[in-house]
C-alpha cells in the first residue's frame, strides 16, 4: 500500500480547512436543539460531517497501480454533476423544491448506473422524505409549480 498523491493529500488538508473555518462562522450564530434548530444549527452538523469524513478518507487513501487513470468518462459526469447543482440552486426558487429536488436526483442515480424503476421510486420517495423532515423541523421551502 502506497500513500495518496500529494494532490488528494492537498484537497483532503483544504476540505479538513474549510470545514473547520464553517464550524467557526456556525458557531457565532444561535445553535437552539433538535426540537427547535437554530440558525447555527445545520452549519455545525454539516461542517462537523465535512471535516470527519474529510479526516477518514485523507487517511484511508491508498493509490493502487491499476486506479492510477481516471475512469473513462468520469469528466463529463463531473461536469453533468456540477452543472446539475448549479441549475438545481437557480431553478429552485420558481420551480419548487419537490420538483428541482426529484429531477436532480434521478440525474444523480441514472449518473451512478442505477436501473429506471429503482431511480424513479428512490428520487420521489427521496424527495418526499427530505420535504417532510424539512418541513417538520420548521424549515420554509420553495413551492414553485406545484404549490406544495
Do not use: H
Request: net charge positive; glycine share 12%; hydrophobic share 55%.
Amino acid at each position: 500500500m502506497r500513500s495518496a498523491p500529494r494532490g488528494e493529500s492537498v484537497f483532503g488538508a483544504a476540505l479538513i480547512g474549510a470545514g473547520l473555518f464553517a464550524l467557526y462562522a456556525g458557531t457565532g450564530l444561535p445553535f437552539g436543539n433538535l426540537r427547535e434548530p437554530g440558525a447555527g444549527f445545520f452549519p455545525v452538523v454539516i461542517a462537523v460531517a465535512l471535516i470527519l469524513f474529510a479526516a477518514f478518507a485523507l487517511s484511508s487513501r491508498t493509490l493502487e497501480a491499476d486506479k492510477a487513470q481516471a475512469e473513462p468518462g468520469s469528466v463529463a459526469r463531473v461536469s453533468i454533476l456540477t452543472a446539475m447543482i448549479a441549475a438545481y440552486a437557480w431553478l429552485l426558487p420558481t420551480v419548487g423544491f419537490i420538483l428541482c429536488t426529484i429531477v436532480l436526483l434521478v440525474v444523480l442515480l441514472r449518473l451512478g448506473n442505477v436501473g429506471w424503476a429503482p431511480t424513479i421510486i428512490s428520487a420521489t420517495g427521496g424527495a418526499a422524505a427530505c420535504y417532510l423532515l424539512f418541513t417538520r423541523l420548521g424549515m420554509p421551502l420553495p413551492s414553485g409549480l406545484l404549490g406544495f
